[in-house]
């Protein structure tokens, strides 16, 4: 039995005409009246009763007009599904970020258009360290990571990384610190001598390189003091006096009492987030890439000194 025979069964049930059915599927006549007779043949049943002034639905061409059609209807319904799993409509994905990630307004921004878009996609989030990420991808338990560096990332065969944000450095630090009394660029020099909160190692792990990269650049090495599990505790650290800190411009929408911000008078300072995906995605993943590529990728994000307090 064909998908095919049960469309024209139900067209001849609809029209009880063999004549009108056939012109309204677009076939000549005895075709159809076989295909019907194979049908019948098939089933072992008479579906319609046959004279020379009519057609007419035998008893058990009712029951089974009523099957065919709900069977039709499911069939219609997998083929949309299908479609839409092939646009990347439907299914799920998997994605990773680091700890900062969920504070800049690009990634925000495509989260919630393809949300809206593509409201039968589940987006199964969780943050990550870049080296599970990594890892995860490699082993296919995820579509898409974020993280940040300052240069593309070692990936094993297979996964590409994809440039999407540079965002500026900034100091964070006491509203009371010296450098917060002025609203000129901190100059690097001035850092060496500062107690530093970081990120411990695995959590911040590329961005602690991209900001050790740039202390290196002005010749010293930064004097860690206390490691923070994530932002608000980084902060939270900075506003009880422990140290200064560096971070990525987007963290500075978090206005905490008595952390001030200030941009470092050095054009290296700066923080580039990638994308993290295989090099044959699916239809969904393709979808949010493609709809994250639309933003351009040296989307610098820029405040005049000062506005972070």
């Known amino acids: ?11 001849v049930a609809e029209e009880l005409h063999f004549g009108r059915a056939a012109s309204l599927l677009g076939i000549s006549q005895p075709p159809l009246s076989q295909q019907i007779r194979a049908l019948e043949d098939e089933l072992g049943i008479a579906l ?24 039709l209807e499911q069939a219609g319904r997998t083929m949309e599904v299908a479609r839409r799993v092939r646009l990347g409509e439907v299914g799920e994905l998997s994605i990773a970020f680091t ?8 990634v925000t921004s495509a989260l919630f258009r393809f949300r809206q878009s593509h409201p039968q996609v589940h987006l199964r989030l969780q943050e990550a360290a870049r080296e599970t990420q990594i890892a995860d991808l490699a082993e296919g338990k995820l579509d898409l990571g974020f993280i940040r560096g300052p240069g593309a990332p070692g990936l094993p065969a297979g996964l590409v990384a994809t440039p999407f944000v540079e965002e500026d450095l900034l100091v964070a630090m006491r509203s009371d610190h010296e450098f917060a009394r002025s609203n000129t660029k901190v100059q690097l020099a001035a850092l060496a001598a500062e107690p530093f909160i970081f990120y411990d190692r695995m959590l911040g792990s590329g961005f602690n390189e991209n900001v050790f990269a740039l202390f290196r650049s002005g010749g010293f090495e930064p004097r860690i003091v206390l490691e923070a599990s994530g932002p608000t505790t980084l902060l939270g650290l900075v506003a009880a006096g422990f140290g200064v800190t560096v971070v990525a411009r987007s963290l500075s929408t978090l206005h905490l009492d008595n952390v001030s911000y200030r941009e470092i008078d050095s054009p290296a300072a700066i923080s580039r987030l990638w994308l ?3 090099d044959v995605m699916t239809a969904a993943c393709q979808s949010l ?21």
């Open 48 to 71: 319609f009763e046959r004279t020379s002034r009519r057609v007419k639905l035998t008893e058990p061409g009712r029951i089974f007009l009523a099957e065919a059609q709900r069977t």
């Open 99 to 106: 700890a900062s990630v969920a504070f800049v307004p690009a």
């Open 1 to 11: 039995m064909e998908l095919r025979q049960l469309r024209y069964f139900v067209k």
């Open 276 to 278: 993290v995906h295989h």
């Open 289 to 309: 890439v493609q709809m994250m590529a639309s933003r351009r990728t040296s989307d610098r994000l820029r405040l005049s000194a000062g506005d972070g307090e």
